[in-house]
């Protein structure tokens, strides 16, 4: 039974006033060019390949809104483009025909599974006579075509906006980080009446001492649980890279601090249970006179990545990192800079929780506004 207003088609369901076009007959898909003779350092406008923009020219190939899409490599990551552009020849790009929206197509075009029409074995292709004969509903009015691109942009303008909030966020929690792990700031209580002294690190606050990583939070490698022994159970297994499995038994009791040994290294990981540490990564056997999260931070902080070693795997030698000589405070100013990082993490992970939840509602709204099963008042 046909809802109200709507009519079967070929391709499903969709509003009496839409109707089903050949992106033909929409638009029409050209080569890119060889972006050689017109790359101009000085240039202003964006040389775009697959992976995004690899140069600039003073040249546009296409100066009207077109919609963009991979021809040889990355073939499912479509681009809007409202500016002039050039595209090398792994790219295609679209002249979008007076009665349709471009922003609208650029929104159909994330809809479509592009792999289902790839013409290679080898290196993904696409074909610009294939594109031109998919078949999509499109609605008649231009104007509900941009009514709905233009829904659907406010969405990623929010998304955009949240990404750039997250990301200042980041810089500020760096910012914050160098400043009271080194001593160079004082949350209010500490440091009153101190001043500083000379250490084989420079100068640190009175009150602070310089001491090798090896003598704070000394690491071990972690224990072997090849794939065959795994056993799904409670207890996170950490590996260089953060936690992948639960294992039904642990090695070490939580709080941990866990970093990368081979593969993955300058990653970081806090664990508030007990946990496996894995033999790819190296884990904080003793917390002398320091927090755990204070030791997770300050790990952090030291971008360990500075000590990998290896011309194949990257491998991080823990005696390197050991002989590595911090200023550190007394732990109760530890246990106070660790809770002003933590609540600058619970805000960006709100933040990110928030910016993941928009994403899914923009994909729904996508699914639902697009083909029509919901309209736009």
């Known amino acids: 039974m046909?809802?109200?207003?709507?009519?079967?088609?070929?391709?499903?369901?969709?509003?009496?006033?839409w109707e089903i076009r050949k992106l033909a007959d929409i638009l029409k898909i050209k080569h890119g060019r060889s972006q050689?003779?017109?790359?101009?350092?000085?240039?202003?406008?964006?040389?775009?390949?697959?992976?995004?923009?690899?140069?600039?020219?003073?040249?546009?190939?296409?100066?009207?809104?077109?919609?963009l899409i991979g021809r040889k490599g990355t073939?499912?990551?479509?681009?809007?483009?409202?500016?002039?552009?050039?595209?090398?020849?792994?790219?295609?790009?679209?002249?979008?025909?007076?009665?349709?929206?471009?922003?609208?197509?650029?929104?159909?075009?994330n809809l479509i599974d592009w792999y289902s029409y790839n013409e290679a074995s080898g290196v993904p292709s696409l074909n610009a006579a294939t594109i031109e004969n998919i078949k999509q509903a499109f609605p008649i009015s231009k104007e509900e075509q941009r009514s709905l691109s233009q829904a659907l942009s406010d969405v990623d303008a929010l998304i955009a906006a949240l990404d750039k909030l997250i990301a200042k966020n980041r810089d500020l929690k760096t910012a914050t980080m160098q400043q009271l792990l080194t001593g160079k700031k004082r949350l209010p209580g500490f440091g009153e009446g101190q001043g500083c002294k000379e250490s084989v690190i420079g100068l640190i606050p009175e009150d602070w001492d310089a001491l090798r990583l090896g003598n704070i939070a000394?690491?071990?490698?972690?224990?072997?649980?090849?794939?065959?022994?795994?056993?799904?159970?409670?207890?996170?297994v950490v590996y260089s890279n953060g936690i992948i499995?639960?294992?039904?038994?642990?090695?070490?009791?939580?709080?941990?601090?866990?970093?990368?040994?081979?593969?993955?290294?300058?990653?970081?990981?806090?664990?508030?249970?007990?946990?496996?540490?894995?033999?790819?990564?190296?884990?904080?056997?003793e917390f002398i006179c320091s927090n755990p999260k204070y030791v997770y931070y300050l790990y952090?902080?030291?971008?360990?990545?500075?000590?990998?070693?290896?011309?194949?795997?990257?491998?991080l030698n823990r005696n390197d990192v050991h002989d590595?000589?911090?200023?550190i405070p007394k732990i109760e100013e530890q246990r106070a800079i660790t809770l002003v990082l933590s609540d600058m993490d619970n805000a960006i992970s709100l933040l990110e929780s928030r910016l993941a939840k928009t994403k899914v509602i923009k994909q729904g709204m996508m699914q639902e506004l697009l083909t029509g099963r919901t309209r736009l008042v």
């Open 2 to 17: 046909l809802r109200e207003g709507y009519k079967q088609t070929e391709i499903g369901v969709i509003p009496e006033d």
């Open 36 to 67: 050689r003779e017109v790359v101009d350092p000085n240039g202003i406008y964006p040389i775009l390949g697959t992976g995004g923009e690899i140069g600039k020219t003073n040249i546009p190939l296409y100066a009207e809104p077109s919609v």
């Open 75 to 109: 073939i499912d990551i479509p681009r809007y483009m409202d500016t002039p552009f050039w595209t090398v020849d792994t790219l295609f790009y679209s002249e979008i025909f007076n009665n349709t929206d471009a922003k609208f197509v650029f929104y159909k075009f």
């Open 218 to 236: 000394p690491l071990q490698r972690g224990f072997d649980l090849p794939t065959s022994q795994l056993k799904k159970g409670d207890y996170p």
């Open 245 to 285: 499995n639960h294992h039904s038994d642990f090695m070490a009791n939580a709080p941990g601090v866990v970093t990368g040994r081979s593969g993955t290294i300058g990653n970081v990981h806090y664990v508030s249970e007990n946990y496996w540490p894995h033999n790819t990564a190296l884990w904080v056997t």
């Open 300 to 315: 952090k902080s030291v971008k360990l990545e500075r000590f990998g070693s290896g011309s194949g795997v990257p491998t």
């Open 324 to 327: 590595w000589v911090v200023a």
